[in-house]
C-alpha cells in the first residue's frame, strides 16, 4: 500500500512508516467517531490540516547576505526557511491551532516537509530550523533519513546545499545519540547550524560533539557591547569570544553568521573582525519563497560604498525600513544600473 501522497484530507507524509500513519488514524476514529478513517483528530481545524495537505508554496525566508571582503561586494546566499505567508503569520500562529494532546515532535516533521516542498527549486543555501530532539525522536532510523534525503531531490534541492539548524532547547538521548542520528545526514552532504552560539549554551556541547558537522555558528550581535567606552569588560569579552568563534570555524571550514543586526557600527565591527555572513532586517526583511526564487539573482553584487552610503543615511534609513530590500531599494534610487 504506498502513501507516498498521503490519504485523502490527511496531510502528505514522506517520511513516517505506513504502521505510524495507521496508528494516528485509529487515534482519530476513537477521539471523534463522527469522521472516518482518513481524518486525523484535528481536521475539524480546516485551516491547519489544509495548510499542511495544500500544494501552495507558503512559507518565508529570511535572506543571508554575504560580504565579499575582496571584491568589497555584499550578495544574497541563501536564507533560513520558515512557516509563514497567507495561511499562517508564523510558527506560533500555527502552534495555537494544534490540539494539546498532540505530539508536538510528529507536528515539527509535518512543518519540515511542508516547507521542504515550498522550496522546490530554490536557489543557494537553505536552512531548516529543528529542535535536537525532533530530530532524535523522528529520525531514529536510516530509512527515514533516506525518505528526507529523497523528498530533497524530488524537489530539485540539493542536499549539500541543505543545513538543518539546531535550535537552543534541552533534549535526552537513549540508545539513539544526537551524533548518530546527525551523521546520517551528514552522509547524504546535509550540515548543521548551532543556533544561539555560547559558550554558556547546551548548543555549544552540540558544536564540541559534532565536530566538522556543524558548519555555521549563529550569533545575536544584539547582545554584544562593540564599543569600549560602553562596556570595557564586556567589550573584551565579546573581541574574545569571537577570536574563538572564528577559530572553531576555521578547524571546521565553518561559516558565522550574525543576526539582527540594527546599524552600520556593529557591521563594521563585525567585517573588521571577519564575520562576513549576515541575517538581518537591515539588509532585507523575511519574504516568500517564491519571490526569493524570483530575485536571487538580482540580489547580487551590491557594491561596499552604496550599502554603506545608505545605512548611514537617516533619510535614506526610513525608505530602507519601507521597502525593506536594500538592493531593491539601490536600484529603485537609480545607485546601481
Known amino acids: ?57 507558503d512559507a518565508v525566508i529570511q535572506p543571508i547576505i554575504h560580504y565579499n571582503h575582496k571584491a568589497h561586494t555584499y550578495s544574497m546566499k541563501g536564507g533560513e526557511v520558515f512557516v509563514g505567508g497567507e495561511a499562517y503569520a508564523g510558527y506560533a500562529d500555527l502552534i495555537r491551532d ?7 515532535n510528529r507536528i515539527e516533521l509535518l512543518i519540515l516537509e511542508k516547507l521542504t516542498m515550498c522550496c522546490n527549486g530554490a536557489p543557494g543555501l537553505l536552512k531548516f530550523n529543528i529542535s535536537p530532539q525532533t530530530l532524535i525522536d523522528t529520525f531514529d532510523t536510516d530509512e527515514k533519513v533516506t525518505r528526507f534525503h529523497n523528498l530533497l531531490l524530488n524537489q ?12 537552543e532547547k534541552p533534549y535526552e538521548e537513549t540508545d539513539i545519540t544526537l551524533k548518530s542520528v546527525c551523521k546520517r545526514f551528514w552522509n547524504f552532504g546535509i550540515s548543521f547550524a548551532a543556533d544561539d552560539f555560547g559558550v554558556k549554551s547546551q548548543s555549544h556541547q552540540i558544536v564540541l560533539d559534532l565536530g566538522e558537522m556543524i558548519k555555521e ?22 573581541l574574545a569570544f569571537i577570536d574563538y568563534c572564528r577559530r572553531l570555524s ?28 549576515f541575517q538581518t532586517n537591515l539588509f532585507c526583511k523575511k519574504i ?35 521597502k525593506g530590500n536594500i538592493f531593491k531599494l539601490a536600484k529603485e534610487l537609480e545607485l546601481v544600473s
Request: charged share 30%; net charge negative; glycine share 2%.
Open 1 to 57: 500500500m504506498n502513501f507516498d501522497f498521503g490519504i485523502a484530507r490527511t496531510q502528505c507524509n514522506y517520511i513516517s512508516y505506513v504502521d505510524e500513519i495507521f496508528h494516528e488514524l485509529e487515534v482519530s476514529s476513537f477521539k471523534n467517531l463522527q469522521d472516518n478513517l482518513i481524518r486525523w483528530s484535528w481536521t475539524y481545524l480546516n485551516r491547519v490540516n489544509d495548510y499542511f495537505a495544500g500544494e501552495k508554496a
Open 98 to 104: 494544534i490540539p494539546h494532546d498532540q505530539d508536538l
Open 156 to 167: 530539485n534541492l540539493n542536499p549539500a546545499l541543505i543545513r538543518m539548524e539546531l535550535i
Open 217 to 238: 555558528f549563529k550569533l545575536d550581535p544584539i547582545s554584544f557591547k562593540f564599543k569600549a567606552n560602553q562596556d570595557l569588560t564586556k567589550f573584551l569579552d565579546n
Open 250 to 277: 576555521d578547524n571546521r571550514e565553518a561559516i558565522i553568521t550574525a543576526e539582527a543586526l540594527e546599524d552600520i557600527d556593529s557591521l563594521d565591527f563585525l567585517i573588521t573582525h571577519q564575520v562576513y555572513y
Open 288 to 322: 516568500s519563497v517564491e519571490e526569493y526564487k524570483e530575485i536571487f539573482m538580482d540580489m547580487q553584487d551590491l557594491p561596499e560604498e552604496i550599502v554603506n552610503r545608505i545605512l548611514s543615511s537617516e533619510e535614506l534609513l526610513c525608505k530602507l525600513k519601507e
